[in-house]
């Protein structure tokens, strides 16, 4: 759940030669997927459509027997779309990783303009950013700052087909192959159940849609039509975006008028053990303090250790409670949800009282 056209997320840095090793190979899926789709338009020959794989056949087949589509009609409007190198391009890691830095990161998004930004949009949609607020327990400077971040407040929702995008990546992109193919479905399915055509949404390269830059089956689960006019409109709608990004934070966990980080004091090197623990908080008081990390943190409370690495910089630590973590529900990303947690507390502290 974040491109800008695309969803913008840190590059991860392996930490063991099985990672390294996993990167490698997606990478050369990826390189060979691309050779594979360009090689018609090289050899002047026209580029092959989504409906000349025969993956892609048998999928609309399943579509026909298990939801009661036709599969000629998917066919016909597979047959309109081709594998998009573009997609493959962007969905594949690096070739040398990016070292981890969160001053990079972080520079993306806490800047001037989209403070700014968030400031005029809250301003703009306050009724409907307080009804979420008060519905759902999230306050109003979370869900400004997940739609600042994911699409400068609805300016940069995407311009791939998803239909396309999905396509390409369910049928040409092996390492998430599953996933995609998924996705794909969940599209279809999205599209019959609100009558939009397919072929006509616009998204990101991963087949993100909208305002929110929710997949199709995020959409599905969580959407919700808030502002009152039957259908659920993530591209055009920004209450339905608004109430949409509320219900999945509380679906996932939010708990209203708690904590989300703080920063870790104390030692400031911390065991690694602290770290490979995870961004699930399993962390407790008297763990931190046999490690010399200072905390306020209840007897019973559980916190994850946050490293924010920037190279030549002295490593942030953060204690991320519970809220934290669902934030990372919707980008799987320490960084991102740092990203959100502190554009979210400039936004509140410039806006007026």
Request: include cysteine; glycine fraction near 8%; hydrophobic fraction near 40%.
């Amino acid at each position: 759940m974040v491109l800008r056209n695309t969803r913008l997320t840190p590059c991860p840095s392996p930490r063991s030669s099985a990672a390294l090793s996993r990167w490698v190979l997606a990478g050369l899926f990826a390189l060979f997927a691309t050779s594979t789709v360009a090689a018609g338009k090289n050899a002047g020959e026209k580029p092959p459509s989504l409906a000349d794989d025969e993956a892609v056949v048998g999928f609309a087949r399943e579509m026909e027997q298990r939801h009661g589509f036709h599969a000629a009609t998917l066919l016909a409007q597979f047959a309109q779309l081709h594998p998009n190198p573009r997609v493959l391009q962007l969905i594949k890691p690096p070739a040398v990783p990016q070292q981890r830095s969160w001053e990079r990161y972080r520079s993306r998004f806490l800047n001037e303009r989209r403070i700014e930004g968030g400031l005029r949009f809250r301003q703009q949609h306050r009724d409907r950013l307080t009804r979420a607020s008060a519905l759902y327990g999230v306050p109003e400077e979370i869900i400004v700052a997940i739609i600042g971040i994911e699409t400068e407040y609805g300016r940069n929702t995407g311009g791939f087909r998803v239909l396309e995008a999905l396509g390409t990546l369910a049928f040409h992109y092996p390492p998430r192959a599953d996933f995609f193919r998924t996705e794909l479905e969940q599209f279809l399915l999205l599209s019959r159940e609100n009558r939009l055509d397919p072929l006509s949404v616009k998204g990101s390269f991963a087949g993100a849609i909208g305002i929110p830059q929710f997949m199709p089956g995020s959409q599905r689960r969580y959407a919700v039509d808030f502002d009152g006019d039957e259908r659920v409109d993530l591209s055009g709608s920004v209450g339905d975006a608004i109430g949409s990004i509320g219900r999945f934070l509380e679906q996932h966990g939010w708990q209203a008028g708690k904590p989300i980080a703080q920063p870790a004091r104390g030692n400031t090197s911390p065991p690694a053990e602290l770290i490979e623990a995870g961004i699930r908080p399993s962390l407790g008081r008297r763990e931190l303090h046999a490690a010399g990390i200072d905390n306020e943190i209840g007897e019973e409370e559980k916190v994850a250790l946050i490293d924010l690495a920037s190279p030549d910089k002295e490593v942030e630590y953060w204690l991320g409670h519970d809220n934290f973590y669902v934030i990372t529900r919707y980008n799987r990303s320490s960084f991102y949800a740092m990203s959100v947690f502190q554009l979210a507390e400039e936004i509140q502290r410039r806006s007026p009282r």
